[in-house]
Every structure is written in structure tokens, then in C-alpha cells.
């Protein structure tokens, strides 16, 4: 593993334990070309996938991507980062065992909204408003009436 300090290739590994959902392998690093140390993560991939995004364009499917967007709709809402982890975990797992490597940027998004919806309404409406593009105060008024009026969108 590389230092990402002084870009060292040979660094050590000190202390090595699974997290506390079982999900990765947490591992301390030490470097001693310039000393830092380091904390890595180490996960199993089921398969590499593509997300086919909506212009048609093909990426490599980013599970810290995914991650960054819950965290900004989930930030300063009382909701324990663990559950978050573990529904992050939930979604890749879905993906990953759903036998299809190339999957739509929407189902991933739809997959995301659906746990949010279960997890805190105003990360929800936060993600779709990024997500269902709402341009103006009135998307929000309608998309927030159908969750009061309990109809599902």
C-alpha cells in the first residue's frame, strides 16, 4: 500500500481488526520512509460494476460516491452513522448480487431513495431534490404534498 504522505510503496501494517458491522478489514499502517501512519479499509467486491448513467455515458461504479451523496442529505439530521454504513452496505450488496454488472444510474438512485424514505424524511427530500431535479420552490411544495398525502411517487 502506498503512503499517501511521501508515496512510499512500502509501508507496514501494525494492527489489523473487522470493523464493527463485519463488512471490511479496518488495517493501521505505518510508514517508515517518512513515518505517518495511516488507516485503510478493505472490503469484498462481489463484481465490478458499471453504472449506465442517463446521457448513455458508462462509469465504474463508486461505492464512496454513493456514500458522499447520503452523507450531504443525511448532514445535521439526528441519524447514527452506523445505520447510515449499514444501509450503504445494504444498497452495494443489492447491487452487487442482483447478477447484472452494468445497472442504471436510476436504480441506484431509486434503491437510495427508498432507503432514505425509511430512514429520515428531510434526508429524503433533500436527496430527491438533487436527484428529480426540482428547479423551483414549487417542485418541493408538490414532492412534499405527496409524502403528506401519503401517495407513493
Known sequence: MRCPFCGNDDTQ???????????????????????????????????????????????????????????????????DPERVERMINGIVRRLESSGESEIASGTVGEMVMDALANLDQVAYVRFASVYRNFRE???????????????ED
Open 13 to 79: 501494517v501494525k494492527d489489523s481488526r473487522p470493523t464493527e458491522d463485519n463488512t471490511a478489514i479496518r488495517r493501521r499502517r505505518y510508514c517508515p520512509g517518512c513515518g505517518a501512519r495511516f488507516t485503510t479499509f478493505e472490503r469484498i467486491q462481489l463484481r465490478e460494476l458499471t453504472i449506465l448513467k442517463k446521457n448513455g455515458q458508462r462509469v465504474a461504479f463508486d461505492r464512496d460516491k454513493l456514500a458522499r451523496s447520503i452523507f450531504v442529505a443525511t448532514r445535521k439530521r439526528p441519524v
Open 137 to 151: 420552490a414549487k417542485d418541493f411544495e408538490d414532492f412534499v404534498g405527496k409524502l403528506s398525502g401519503g401517495s
